[in-house]
């Protein structure tokens, strides 16, 4: 059954929190090239889960301030 576009985007979503994570956990153990390494995965997911989300929305997420009385 082909998952929704709220599922991927939830998918792309836990992907990306699940990779910074990792990638806390590494830097812990003094492991600073996977940690890198992890950090650039997870900020990859992080975009493509934010471009997810703004197309489900429209271009709403990127009209609105993510702070209400904030702009700019």
Do not use: C, F, W, Y
């Not at 998918?11 to 940690?35: F, G, I, Y």
């Not at 934010?50 to 993510?66: C, T, V």
Request: proline fraction near 4%; glycine fraction near 6%; hydrophobic fraction near 35%.
């Amino acid at each position: 059954m082909p998952q929704s576009s709220h599922g991927r985007a939830a998918e792309l979503h836990n992907r990306a929190a699940h990779a910074h994570e990792a990638a806390a956990a590494s830097h812990n153990q003094n492991d600073h090239a996977s940690a890198h390494e992890l950090s650039v995965k997870a900020h990859e997911d992080s975009e493509r889960a934010l471009k997810q989300s703004a197309e489900l929305n429209q271009g709403e997420i990127l009209r609105k301030p993510l702070v209400p009385g904030v702009t700019g």
